[in-house]
């Protein structure tokens, strides 16, 4: 129908006007049809368009969920990333996996990365919180908020939490257990996007300055570090990085601060020689209220790289 048209009336014989309303009629049902078929479908691709079937994972708390989303986003805004949107398909996963380390008395700091995974013999495991549980970072004893501020200031944790390519997210929590996972929601090559993440994000107030340790730990006999400092690269950058040089000046004192540096092929941790990364431990926690400038140069895919940026302390 044209823009601006109205139906109109038709008049029709009494045998000619029953044959006419029934093929509207079927044609009315046909149309729908049609339109439920691709409302349901939409919904099913929307990430977050219904409420997850609590039967199935009970103790979903939104409240939790929408603030850890909030917080996530949060750092996201400040990197300028997209948001990401909480789907509830992951997130009922999640709090299966929340439910079982509530229910085994799972503590973190005794098993370690054993917590991402559940075994199927004790009580409350399920194949859907067991993926999850592999999908997730986690964390023990804090509110769903504080445990995203505390995954950014881990380094192994805090991979991925700015990538461009995150779309949504799920969150389930319960007994103290946040468990957010990262990973699933999460567009892989040929449609990635590239580029990269600087963290802490430039110009970012009050960060941190000290660094949350975490399982592993990347300085082995050194707990007491300043916050990480991240360059990540993502999509189809990042294959080769060669020659890496960075600095950290406190601003205030014109002062280079003492800092470990991993890159591929010079990991903290053998095991742990991550590719697409460059990070940065000052190797004491940083001064209150300072502001202080990364600059990092490399080669990376054949081509120099730099990045230069401050941020402030609280």
């Known amino acids: 129908m044209a823009v601006g048209q109205r139906w109109a009336p038709v008049r029709y014989g009494k045998k000619r006007g029953r044959a006419a309303v029934l093929r509207a009629a079927l044609r009315l049902a046909i149309a729908l049809s049609i339109a439920l078929t691709l409302l349901l479908s939409l919904v099913a691709c929307s990430g977050g368009s219904s409420l997850p079937d609590t039967t199935q994972a009970p103790g979903f708390d939104l409240d939790s969920a ?62 859907a919180g067991a993926e999850a549980g592999g999908s997730s970072v986690i964390y023990q004893g804090v509110t769903a908020p504080e445990a995203v501020d505390n995954w950014m200031c881990t380094l192994y944790h805090r991979l991925g939490l700015l990538d461009p390519n995150l779309l949504y997210v799920g969150f389930g929590s319960g007994g103290g257990y946040q468990v957010m996972d990262v990973v699933r929601g999460r567009v892989g090559l040929p ?83 991550l590719d697409r990364l460059i990070a940065i431990i000052p190797k004491q926690p940083l001064a209150g209220g300072r502001m202080y400038r990364v600059t990092v140069q490399a080669w990376v895919d054949g081509t120099p790289w730099r990045a230069e940026w401050d941020f402030t302390t609280r």
């Open 66 to 127: 929408t603030l850890a989303l909030a917080r996530l986003n949060h750092y996201r805004t400040l990197a300028s990333v997209p948001k990401v949107q909480l789907d509830y398909d992951l997130s009922r996963d999640c709090q299966k996996h929340a439910n079982y380390l509530k229910i085994n008395s799972v503590d973190l700091r005794v098993v370690g990365l054993q917590a991402h995974t559940e075994d199927p013999h004790a009580v409350g495991y399920s194949a």
């Open 191 to 273: 449609y990635a996007v590239s580029g990269e993440a600087l963290c802490p994000p430039p110009g970012m107030p009050d960060t941190p300055r000290e660094y949350k340790v975490e399982i592993p730990h990347p300085i082995p006999g050194d707990e007491v570090l300043g916050v990480p400092i991240t360059v990540e690269f993502f999509g189809a950058v990042g294959d080769n990085i060669l020659n890496v040089q960075t600095q950290l000046t406190d601003l205030a004192a014109d002062q280079a601060v003492p800092c470990y540096v991993q890159w591929p092929g010079e990991p903290f941790l053998r095991e742990w020689d």
